[in-house]
């Protein structure tokens, strides 16, 4: 039973890669340093790899900023504004995802069910695929290792993964470029053959989404073709990130040397496999250390699954991490200052080497353990009945029309009511007196008492401004769920935990290492201080369970589901605490939950089934009086527009700058009933709209075609996300206008004659 690994981290111990990389980039070193820098960081990595016992180490795997971005270098879809006369490889591939003061950069998305966040290539008219490397070129680090003594397996991201991840010109779409990928990854296979590479590995993730007839057909072309032309190197494919449930028999059916799969992510892989069988001529890889987890390996559990799935298929098995080692930290061993009992439930990448090794032995010897009958593996990592969950979370009483009555008596806000998301610019002097604090230069109190002066200048800025609804503007706060990780207990954080988001920036997620209780109050305190400022509302400002959850290293023991409702019950307390202390209007924002559904239709439904009851128990139980607001960042939702009204939340922002005419006709055709504001000002450029633009675009949500008569009543008018990576100067100006467009759109609306919207008859 052999071990593999498919990826590794790249960014080094201490962050080594990202602040070598940023010395470059400011001109301090120049490209052969950092490029020896980083070679000794895949030899780092190698060689540790090869001494816990691993027997197919990747290279190839390792980039500077993104694997997706080099694959589109790598076979020519570099589109013709980055065809940069003299640039290096390494300054086009940084023009392309940074930009430069001419060029725009390629867009960025979230790379599947993880938080890194890869570049998407552009393929165009213009583009021939063709592999634009020599065999030296494209299998530098495999030659690198080898030439350090350590045999490993080019890892590279295949086709089809590729070609549907990518955006497209007018008119094309992977099929157009099936054929010219088949023949560009065919020449990196005949590269390899030149060098007498043995073995190369394909990561084809794209087909744990959701995979229609017309697109298995394209993977099997491709493929056809590709393994046609091996001409003797072995080829195999990985499929991390979920379950071939569409393909399945498909890819049993092409004659790949081997295939890995997640049973981690894709639990379903275990049924497909039991009801379909598996090849016995064909190598399985098995993914079952969590790759994108901190989670100590079941070993019974994994020994088990390993011998169900080897008496099933009879095929030569391997142990596997589920996906790439690039999602979670280096090591445990810098992480001296965790309590012991949380260190020792905990595995980061290195630790998960030896995992695998011992998985493996265990499995191989039969003397090993009594298990080996029951399916028990895989079942351990499912959740258990979430549409329980769903039942039991009650929807506030009154109902929501009902409240909006109550509430409009009460808070007497104009039409159209003006309000921002949260923050507000976390400027150079916030992040100084952070620094300051941390290197105790000043103490606690100075620092509470110097954040509490923003807060003021914040809140009498807007009152003046003339904001309808205010906010205090985060200044206490780094990071909307670090800082509800920090107060909350159940939480650990580790000290060097980063984790690669995208390109030289790193995050370091918390951990949650215990039941979640609300051990104090969070933010109150602050909230009413900030409230006696002014008579205007003042929002108290919370982040919602599943965005808690998604930015975290979740538990295994319990699903994900027990864990947002531990969190959800947490926040409850303090909701009911600042409804008790005064605060009229609570936000509770869920920036990610949106963003973290599955890809899969049909799981969506499960995950919703938790995401948005846990929503609903935070604030189920507060007076009708008070209001409730949501934040989402993101504007595509159309699909699950009830689930979301099923929040139950009085008002929700969200992410539309870009679509909030063409989204605002699509929730008001859909009967939506929570009251919305569609950002009408797109806060992530630093760009200034012009106060006629605002006003065009609030009288074009309020003049959708299709609305009911309450549409214009539902109505707010806001900014698309939070300021906190805004500019002071740019905040100050397009809030001005943003006034200046309500004022003239409220005006507008008066004339045109209330009742009707936009004065139609
Ligand atoms: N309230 C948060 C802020 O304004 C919301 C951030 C977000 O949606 N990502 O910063
Ligand atoms: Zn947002």
Avoid at 127 to 142: I, M, Q, V, Y
Avoid at 513 to 523: E, H, I, K, M, Q
Avoid at 570 to 588: C, M, P
Avoid at 720 to 743: F, I, M, P, Y
């Amino acid at each position: 039973m052999f071990t593999q690994v498919s990826g590794w981290p790249r960014i080094g111990a201490g962050r080594a890669l990202k602040f070598a990389t940023e010395s470059w980039l400011r001109g301090e070193i120049d490209e052969a340093t950092l490029q020896a820098k980083a070679a000794s960081l895949r030899l780092n990595a190698w060689n540790g790899m090869k001494a816990a016992g691993i027997d197919r180490i990747p290279s190839q795997d390792f980039s500077f900023y993104d694997g997706m971005l080099d694959t589109a270098i790598r076979f020519s879809a570099v589109p013709a504004r980055f065809r940069i006369a003299g640039a290096s490889r390494l300054e086009t591939a940084f023009a392309m995802a940074r930009g430069t003061p001419e060029r725009a950069p390629l867009p960025m998305k979230k790379w599947f069910i993880t938080n890194y966040h890869y570049i998407v290539p552009e393929l165009d008219g213009d583009t021939e695929l063709r592999l634009a490397e020599s065999p030296e070129e494209a299998f530098s680090g495999w030659l690198e290792a080898r030439a350090a003594g350590i045999d490993t397996v080019p890892t590279f991201i295949g086709p089809w993964t590729f070609l549907s991840l990518s955006r497209y010109g007018d008119g094309l779409g992977p099929s157009s470029f099936a054929d010219g990928a088949a023949r560009a990854w065919a020449e990196l296979i005949a590269a390899a053959a030149r060098l007498g590479v043995p073995e190369i590995r394909f990561e084809e993730p794209a087909l744990t989404l959701d995979t229609g007839e017309s697109e298995n057909a394209l993977f099997v072309r491709i493929w056809e073709r590709l393994l046609a032309a091996r001409s003797g190197v072995r080829i195999t494919a990985g499929f991390p990130f979920g379950d071939i449930r569409d393909s399945w028999d498909a890819v049993a059916a092409l004659p790949f040397d081997g295939i890995a799969l997640d049973f981690v992510d894709g639990a379903r892989n275990l049924d497909l496999l039991r009801e379909r069988g598996f090849p016995a001529d064909r190598e399985l890889g098995v993914g079952l250390v969590n790759g994108r987890n901190v989670r100590k390996n079941r070993q019974d559990d994994s020994v088990a699954l390993l011998r169900e799935i080897a008496r099933r298929t009879g095929a030569p098995l391997g142990v596997e991490t589920s996906c790439s080692l690039l999602h979670v930290p280096l090591s445990l061993a810098e992480e001296t200052e965790l309590d012991a009992p949380v260190r020792e439930g905990l595995a980061f990448a290195s630790e998960k080497l030896g995992e695998l090794v011992s998985v493996a032995r265990k499995a191989e010897n039969p003397l090993q353990s009594s298990l080996g009958e029951g399916d028990k593996g895989a079942d351990g990592f499912r959740a258990p009945g979430s549409e329980y969950m769903n039942e039991t979370v009650p929807f506030r009483s009154p109902s929501r029309s009902e409240r909006r009555a109550i509430q409009a008596a009460r808070f007497k806000l104009p039409p159209l009511p003006l309000t921002t998301i949260g923050s507000f610019p976390q400027s150079a002097e916030v992040r100084a007196l952070r620094s300051r604090l941390r290197s105790a230069q000043i103490d606690r109190s100075d620092y509470d008492r110097e954040i509490f002066g923003l807060i003021r200048d914040c809140v009498l800025y807007q009152e003046r401004l003339g904001l309808d609804v205010l906010v205090h503007g985060e200044f206490e706060r780094n990071d909307m769920v670090e800082f509800f990780a920090e107060s909350l207990a159940g939480f650990a954080f580790t000290r060097h935990g980063w984790v690669q988001s995208y390109g030289t920036r790193c995050v370091k997620p918390p951990v949650v290492s215990g039941d979640v209780r609300r051990a104090r109050s969070l933010t109150a305190d602050l909230a009413v201080r900030a409230q006696s400022l002014t008579d205007k509302p003042v929002k108290g400002m919370l982040t919602g369970p599943a965005t808690i959850l998604a930015w975290s290293f979740p538990r295994e023991d319990i699903s994900l589901a027990e864990s947002a409702f531990q969190i959800a019950r947490a926040l409850r307390e303090e909701v009911l605490e600042l409804e008790r202390r005064g605060i009229a209007i609570i936000q509770i924002d869920e920036a990610a939950l949106r963003e973290k559904m599955p890809a899969r239709k049909a799981d969506r439904h499960a995950y919703l089934a938790w995401a948005i009851p846990a929503f609903r128990l935070c604030h189920a139980s507060v007076r009708p009086e008070t209001q409730i607001h949501t934040h989402m960042c993101y504007s595509d939702f159309t699909e699950i527009i009830h689930d979301i009204d099923d929040m139950d939340a009085d008002v929700i922002t969200f992410e539309a700058a870009r679509s909030a005419e063409s989204l605002a006709e699509t929730l008001a055709r859909e009967g939506f009933e929570t009251a919305v504001g569609p950002g009408v000002w797109d806060i992530h450029s630093p760009r200034v709209p012009s106060t006629e633009e605002l006003t065009e675009r609030i009288l074009a949500m309020v003049r959708v075609p299709g609305a009911d008569s309450g549409w214009i009543d539902r109505l707010w008018v806001n900014p698309d996300c939070g300021l906190k990576t805004r500019g002071w100067a740019e905040t100050r100006a397009s809030l001005e206008n943003l006034v200046a467009a309500t004022l003239a759109a409220r005006e507008a609306l008066a004339s045109a004659g209330k009742g009707a919207p936009g004065g139609r008859p």
